[in-house]
């Protein structure tokens, strides 16, 4: 964080106004984490009257390059004294325009809310992961059979065509033997379709 000089000024002010100001209502809902925020504009329009009111004024500066959004937001007193948020770096999930644009709203509404020392959505406690949990697809069901009791079938039946099959097969060697139970799916399917037909 970067200041100016002196900010006795500055200070007071933003004293009264957080005295003052309520917190922004959480009026919309994240779908992925089924929790509630305060938009961009309802953060926006809950706080310029009551700067301006009290000579203070947010600007927030948007910079990128092909990966990166860059926020830097600036809280200024009408006696010139400043204080300067350290760059807040946001990598969008899409690097689309609307992703772009989606990292820009995220990042200026998280960034004003820290500097003006409010809280503009619900407080998880941390507790819920960075990324929302997608359900995971069904998967279909995999005959489940006891390998290490099909393998001393096959040996006995086969002896050591099964020891070649599995280096003609690229089953990979642990402690120089081949590793059975590190069979793919697709592996055992042809391990038993070889030796089955």
């Known amino acids: 964080m970067n200041k100016s000089e002196s900010i006795v000024n500055l200070s007071a002010s933003l004293s009264l106004f957080q005295g003052e100001v309520a917190n922004p209502k959480n009026t919309a809902i994240n779908p992925f984490y089924k929790s509630k925020y305060s938009p961009l504009h309802e953060v926006l329009n809950t706080v310029k009257p009551i ?27 009408a006696s010139g004294e400043w204080i300067e948020s350290s760059q807040l770096v946001l ?38 992961d960075e990324k929302p949990q997608s359900p995971k697809p069904k998967q279909a069901k995999v005959e489940e059979f006891d390998l290490g009791l099909y393998l001393k079938q096959l ?36 391990l038993r379709s070889d030796f089955e037909s």
């Open 51 to 77: 700067l301006s009111k009290h000579g203070l004024s947010v600007i927030q500066d948007v910079s990128g390059d092909a990966k990166n959004v860059n926020i830097v937001t600036l809280l200024t007193h």
């Open 91 to 128: 990598t969008p999930e899409k690097n689309t325009p609307q992703g772009i644009g989606s990292a820009i709203t995220y990042g200026r509404r998280y960034a004003l809310s820290a500097v003006l020392g409010l809280a503009s959505e619900e407080d998880t406690d941390a507790n819920e």
């Open 155 to 190: 040996h006995t039946k086969y002896g050591v065509g099964l020891q070649e099959w599995a280096i003609s097969n690229d089953i990979k060697m642990v402690d120089g033997k081949r590793n059975w139970s590190g069979m793919t799916q697709e592996q055992i399917k042809k």
